[in-house]
C-alpha cells in the first residue's frame, strides 16, 4: 500500500528574493505509522489563531492534530510521541496545561525544546506528533 498523503499542499515560500515551489502533506500515513506536520497557530485556511497567546496557539494546534490523525484513520490515542518547541520558557506552563487537556491517559514520550524562533514570528510553539495505529 502507498503511503498516504493527508491534505496535500503546496507551499511558495520566499527567501532572499529566491522562491520555489515546495511541496509538502500536512501529514502522511505509512502502513500504521502517522506522522503530522508541526502544528501551530495557523488553522488550516491560513488564518492565525492566537497571537500573542502561546496557550491559544497550543489548542488551535491541538485542535488542527486531532483532526489530521481522525482523517488518517487514527485519534490521539494512537500518539506515541510529541515533541514540543516552545520560543520562552515562561510557556511552559500555559502550553503544558492545554497539552494536559487534550492528551489525559494517552502517556505519549515528550521532548520539549526553547528555541530561538520559529517559522513566523508570531509562532510561540509548535508541536510534532507520531503516532502508531494499534494493528491488534
Not at 11 to 23: D, I, L, P, R, V
Not at 41 to 69: H, K, S, W, Y
Request: glycine letters at 10%; charged letters at 25%.
Amino acid at each position: 500500500m502507498p503511503h498516504q498523503r493527508i491534505r496535500p499542499y503546496e507551499h511558495s515560500m520566499e527567501y532572499e528574493g529566491n522562491a520555489f515551489e515546495y511541496e509538502l502533506a500536512m501529514a502522511v500515513r505509512a502502513g500504521n505509522r502517522i506522522w503530522v506536520r508541526g502544528q501551530t497557530g495557523l488553522d488550516f485556511d491560513g488564518t492565525f489563531v492566537g497571537e500573542g497567546d502561546p496557550a491559544a496557539q497550543a489548542e488551535n494546534a491541538m485542535r488542527c492534530t486531532d483532526i489530521l490523525l481522525r482523517e488518517a484513520g487514527a485519534s490521539l490515542g494512537d500518539i506515541v510521541k510529541t515533541t514540543v518547541y516552545l520560543t520562552d520558557r515562561e510557556f511552559r506552563v500555559p502550553v503544558f496545561s492545554v497539552l494536559a487537556r487534550w492528551l489525559k491517559g494517552v502517556r505519549p514520550c515528550q521532548t520539549g525544546l526553547i528555541v530561538n524562533g520559529l517559522a513566523r514570528p508570531e509562532m510561540l510553539m509548535e508541536i510534532d506528533v507520531e503516532a502508531v495505529i494499534d494493528g491488534g
